[in-house]
């Protein structure tokens, strides 16, 4: 329910010292950017009806925007597996969001553009690095060390126009599938596995929802050097 997250994410936010490393995973529905062009993810408890009551029935931008700015961890890792996903960032100082898992409600693909401009408020940070160019192919995986990388990073499965796509053949969220396949194969790395990940989540939805249909992931961070470590080298 909105609430339950709403109060574990104040927890967290409580309770995550400077050292710790968070890691935010939220899998959903996202209603179709407002006319400002924010994007709020769905919960169990959200109302769809009428419409506006989707605005304060969800997990708001306002509401991501508290958490990230209010975070004392210097290593913070927000994924966001909805549709228009870049969107729901909007309201993050620093944040440029690009321009279905759909919620299904009537008017479901209205949407409006969003300049870059326009989303330079999340982060806070200047020196902001927005991760849509090609990327080299990821570094050979290595173990876990303190010096892996820092920052905030928020990472969404989709740009603000877009939707999040789900697989007949996967049977499950195609950038889901793809970022933990990303994480396993080089050890828990989040920056190589996004890197992995973009360009298959790219092809897949293509091939499987049409040659015209895109679903291309974004990430942003504080820090050029973002590839942190979600699991721990196993000592043997």
Not at 88 to 95: E, I, Q, S, T, W
Not at 165 to 173: A, C, I, N, P, V
Request: hydrophobic share 30%; charged share 30%; net charge positive.
């Amino acid at each position: 329910t909105r609430d339950n997250i709403a109060r574990y994410l104040d927890g967290i936010k409580k309770t995550a010292g400077p050292d710790d490393l968070v890691v935010i995973y939220m899998s959903s529905h996202g209603t179709p950017p407002d006319k400002f062009g924010g994007v709020h993810v769905v919960t169990y408890d959200t109302e769809v009806k009428p419409r506006e009551r989707v605005w304060s029935t969800a997990v708001t931008e306002t509401m991501l925007k508290d958490f990230v700015e209010n975070l004392k961890a210097k290593r913070l890792v927000m994924i966001l597996d909805t549709c228009y996903s870049n969107g729901a960032y909007r309201a993050v100082p620093g944040f440029l969001p690009a321009g279905g898992k759909s919620l299904g409600v009537e008017d479901e693909d209205e949407g409006y553009g969003i300049s870059k401009t326009y989303g330079k408020r999340l982060l806070g940070a200047k020196d902001i690095i927005l991760e849509d160019e090609p990327k080299p192919k990821p570094s050979a995986a290595k173990s876990f060390d303190s010096s892996d990388g820092y920052g905030k990073v928020l990472i969404s499965a989709s740009s603000a126009g877009e939707k999040s796509w789900e697989s007949d053949s996967l049977r499950q969220s195609v950038f889901t599938y793809y970022f933990v396949d990303g994480l396993g194969k080089y050890q828990g790395s989040v920056k190589d596995a996004f890197t992995y990940a973009k360009p298959l989540v790219s092809q897949k939805v293509k091939q499987e929802k049409g040659a015209d249909i895109h679903q291309t992931p974004q990430a942003m961070s504080t820090n050029r050097d973002w590839n942190m470590r979600v699991i721990q080298k196993s000592y043997r």
